[in-house]
């Protein structure tokens, strides 16, 4: 199944990133620990990648896909390219004006992200000035964001899903260095894996270029016009910025509130980037791929295809996310100690992050779920609907983050992240059930049955395993006795997944092996 193939290569690309990742934060941890440096690198990295995430990627996709679909069908190829043109200069112009002005307006936006930095002027100032250095990066990538939609319309998802892995190696090249030249712990590892983000953001735009030109995607230069078609790109992006953007705002939000405890950012960071890998392994590639895929289907009349990827979209996604959330809740603490506790990160921080990881866990599938929910509108050129529902679930957060940071503690915040996530689906499910645009069908239906009874036998089959492993997680064992144990964890846990779920028919191994092989 083509969509099946599109899922595992966005999904392959992404967990090399990902993993990149990894050995990048398992490196700013030995070195910078949950310090005020790594505080202010993380809101400041923040900064540029939340207006990415809301902009670029968020609004931007979600209304020009269908748009540039629209234009290939009605126009043909050559108008398509016209109109790309003038999308990306259109973009060009608004977020040059929008990187000049955050430059200019860095401190308001420190002290809206990290309301508590303003008690620690040095580390304010440090804030202040990365956020300046990493903007640009806003830039570049809004780039990338319009040659990856135009790419993924094409079929093409390799060279862009790659593309953001040249971050992870360039903040891992810097960071050997800083550990070099003894500049660890003071502001200088701040600002140089601060230029590195805006470097890597340029080395990212050289490949997804090339990967356009050799697909036949040149665009020429183009000014900016207040075209129809722009005026209509823009009518559906400006709904949009709240719809793709809800994640961005909640961790905005939740940046905000831990903020106001010292290292609480940085446990949050590191349990969210463990949390982003199977969001990102599944969520994003089903996102990135399901969008062009509906786009094209609905364009050309074939509703009941549509259904069909909107079904197979869904189950592929609880199929993965189900088994993530339930191993990441029970196996946060082992994660954390044997990823992050070294160096400067203590076992403290690795049980506060712990705690953070398992909270987040609980909203993992609904996250991934709005990735599937949310393509059914935006197809259909419908970007005031989710933009009304995140809006509400966006109040709840906003009510419920500080609420809890006081009543439960610094893992409060997690919480009320992952409740708007659900609360997001609730309102996302109801809208299409209404409208009779996405009905579940009865392979659906089944193959979920068989997700909840294998996910119950693997969590009981992780508890288990990690309670014998417990004594070889600590970091007096060693790495390489740490990094087993938790190898052997995650295997029990895949093998009992898959095993059970073959058993019960949530998947067949080898229809699904030939679906993402296309064989």
């Not at 996604?317 to 959330?325: E, G, R």
């Not at 009320?416 to 659906?444: C, E, M, P, Y």
């Amino acid at each position: 199944m083509k969509l099946y193939r599109g899922f595992a290569t966005v999904g392959g690309m992404t967990v090399i990133s990902r993993l990149l990742g990894f050995v990048r934060d398992i490196l700013i941890a030995a070195v910078l620990g949950a310090s005020a440096i790594s505080d202010a690198f993380f809101v400041a990295l923040r900064v540029p990648n939340m207006f990415r995430r809301i902009f670029a990627e968020g609004a931007f996709n979600a209304a020009f896909i269908p748009l540039y679909t629209k234009k290939l069908h009605e126009a043909g190829e050559e108008a398509a390219k016209e109109y790309a043109a003038r999308a990306l200069a259109g973009l060009s112009a608004l977020l040059v004006l929008l990187v000049v002005l955050a430059i200019i307006a860095a401190p308001w936006l420190v002290m809206l992200l990290a309301p508590g930095f303003a008690e620690d002027p040095d580390k304010f100032s440090l804030t202040v000035l990365l956020v300046r250095i990493a903007m640009p990066y806003l830039l570049f990538m809004s780039w990338v964001a319009l040659y990856t939609g135009l790419l993924n319309t094409l079929g093409k998802f390799a060279a862009a899903a790659f593309a953001p892995s040249i971050l992870n190696f360039v903040v891992i090249t810097v960071l050997l260095g800083l550990i070099a030249t003894g500049h660890g712990q003071d502001s200088v590892a701040g600002i140089a894996m601060a230029w590195g983000v805006a470097v890597s953001g340029f080395l990212q735009v050289c490949i997804v270029v090339f990967a356009a030109f050799r697909a036949g995607l040149r665009l020429r230069l183009a000014k900016p016009e207040w075209s129809d078609d722009m005026k209509r790109l823009v009518h559906l992006a400006i709904p949009g910025v709240i719809a793709g953007g809800v994640g961005q705002i909640a961790l905005v939000i939740a940046t905000i509130v831990a903020s106001l405890e010292d290292g609480v950012v940085s446990w949050l960071y590191y349990a969210d980037r463990i949390f982003q890998l199977p969001l990102g392994l599944i969520g994003v590639a089903v996102g990135v791929v399901l969008l062009p895929d509906l786009s094209h289907k609905l364009r050309s009349g074939d509703r009941e295809a549509a259904s069909d990827s909107e079904n197979r979209a869904l189950e592929f996604s609880l199929l993965m996310t189900v088994p993530a959330a339930v191993a990441l809740y029970l196996c946060a603490e082992p994660i954390m100690r044997v990823l992050f506790e070294r160096g400067a990160f203590s076992a403290s921080d690795a049980r506060a992050s712990a705690m953070m990881l398992a909270m987040l866990s609980f909203g993992l599938p609904a996250y991934v779920v709005v990735k599937v929910l949310q393509p059914s509108f935006f197809a259909r050129e419908d970007t005031k609907t989710p933009m009304l529902y995140s809006g509400l679930a966006l109040v709840g957060n906003a009510v419920l983050s500080p609420t809890l940071f006081y009543v439960v503690g610094p893992q409060g915040i997690a919480l009320a992240t992952s409740l708007v996530g659900w609360i997001n689906v609730a309102l996302l499910a109801f809208a299409l059930r209404r409208r009779k645009q996405f009905v579940l069908d009865h392979k659906f239906r089944r193959a979920f049955r068989g997700i909840i009874i294998a996910s119950i036998a693997m969590a009981v089959g992780l508890w288990a395993t990690a309670y014998v492993l417990e004594p070889y997680f600590a970091p007096s064992n060693g790495l390489l006795i740490q990094v087993a144990s938790l190898a052997a964890l995650i295997a029990v846990g895949v093998l009992l997944y898959f095993g059970v779920g073959s058993f019960v028919g949530a998947l067949k191994p080898r229809t699904f092996v030939k679906d993402v092989l296309g064989r």
